[in-house]
């Protein structure tokens, strides 16, 4: 089909098609998509041309919003489907942090905060973040601020010092990799993940590139690029693995986090026998922290690994073993209300792997109690919640109901 003649409303359209007509009308190149949504330009290439496998769900939510389309169905073909259902609108201090993020001339009219109060409010602000049903909420408004100040100190300190103020900029970046994720912006998502990688590098801090490395790993993944996710989340290891004979808990937490990882990543690809070996280095590595060790950014810890299994068997598709592992950490005490929730999604999707539609929909009345703003932009919960609007038994569908209306659905 001639590029030129690409009618939009041809129900024959392939996705491919559909991507590069709408990519055309932006006046958008290959390359540019591709940085938008974690990808090469050669991968938007073979997408058009229908040489690979259609993108899956969250990848195509991140094509339209770099597409600016806010109905997925416009690349999907077939009856609306506002990118809403998914993701849900932006936070309202979205635009904020975006200016924050953005902007290139930080005003050095004022003296540089000093480190240790930089810090400071840095470990505040993950404290309010675990502590906050509203999570998002708090990290907007605390967000635009600490960033230009990082930002600030990172360009003013030298030496030794100027290394501090890097990682803990970096540290903030990650902070805001949180507040951005699931949202409509993925433009900015990656922004965020260079520039925190790039801090992180120049501040020589192992703490500080393992943990921008974590969130690269886990970015790459919810594009849908698991080769990336994996060759980074392993370069990341091997240069990590020299600083272990001295490393403090905190980095030891790290280093297990980004165990896990490999497992996540090996387990959305289908490699059971992988997952599950790196799932057991990574819960070697946490048996071997302090029992109450709770990593503030990754949840590192003996208590997360349980609800780390259920992640992995739900990806793997193994109904009766991410069943068990729900029931067996139904009462986990995670001390974080934000990854509690985010938990209860998990279990929630291990009992609608099982069948049980009044489980799933109690699990995720759980979640919405526990964290609202988790549960609000987590697509996973959107799209099980809508499904058991419109397919799940009678008797459920009003509860269903109210929880869509809770959590922002338009149903």
């Keep these: 089909m001639d590029d030129r003649s690409i009618d939009p409303s041809d129900p024959d359209l392939t996705v491919g098609q559909r991507i590069q007509y709408y990519r055309d009308r932006c006046g958008m190149s290959r390359d540019v998509l591709g940085g938008l949504v974690g990808k090469k330009g050669r991968w938007v290439k073979a997408v058009e041309r229908g040489e690979i496998q259609q993108p899956k769900l969250p990848i195509l939510l991140s094509i339209a919003e770099a597409l600016k389309l806010r109905d997925i169905s416009k690349l999907v073909g077939g009856p609306p489907l506002p990118t809403e259902m998914f993701r849900g609108l932006g936070h309202p201090a979205l635009p904020a942090v975006r200016d924050a993020i953005n902007v290139v001339a930080v005003s050095m009219t004022e003296p540089p905060p000093p480190l240790a109060h930089l ?42 010092d100027r290394r501090r103020a890097l990682a803990i900029l970096a540290g903030v970046y990650n902070l805001a990799q949180f507040f951005v994720a699931y949202q409509p912006s993925a433009d900015l998502l990656w922004r965020i993940v260079e520039r925190s990688i790039m801090a992180a590098e120049e501040s ?8 921008a490395v974590w969130l690269a790993a886990q970015a790459h993944r919810d594009a ?29 937490a790290i280093w297990g986090a980004l165990h896990h990882e490999v497992a996540y990543t090996a387990a959305r690809a289908g490699q059971s026998g992988t997952a599950w070996h790196w799932w057991d280095q990574a819960d070697r590595i ?23 299994a ?12 991410a069943r068990r592992q729900a029931r067996k950490t139904e009462r986990a005490a995670i001390p974080s209300q934000p990854r509690r929730s985010r938990h209860l999604i998990e279990a929630a999707r291990a009992w609608q792997l099982a069948g049980d539609k009044g ?39 009003q509860e269903a109901r109210d929880l869509a209306d809770r959590i922002g659905l338009l149903i």
């Design 204 to 211: 020589e801090d192992p703490r500080a590139f393992g943990g």
């Design 119 to 160: 810090q400071a409010r840095l470990d505040a602000a993950w404290r309010a973040r675990h502590a906050a049903p509203d999570h998002r909420t708090v990290l907007g408004t605390l967000l635009p601020e600490m960033i230009r100040d990082a930002k600030r100190a990172a360009r003013t300190y030298e030496g030794a």
């Design 359 to 397: 489980e799933t929909l109690n699990t995720l009345g759980k979640a919405y109690t526990t964290a609202p703003e988790t549960i609000r932009y987590n697509g996973y919960a959107r799209r099980m919640t809508t499904e058991l609007v419109h397919e799940g038994p009678a008797t459920l569908r």
């Design 310 to 321: 259920v992640t992995i068997a739900v990806e793997l598709r193994q109904g009766g073993e």
């Design 224 to 252: 849908g690029d698991f080769d990336a996710a994996e060759a980074v989340n392993r370069e990341g290891l091997e240069l990590l693995r020299p600083r272990l004979d001295d490393a403090d808990d905190d980095l030891r």
């Design 286 to 308: 946490a048996q071997s922290l302090p029992s109450g060790h709770y990593d503030p950014m990754t949840s590192f810890s003996r208590v997360i690994m349980g609800a780390h």
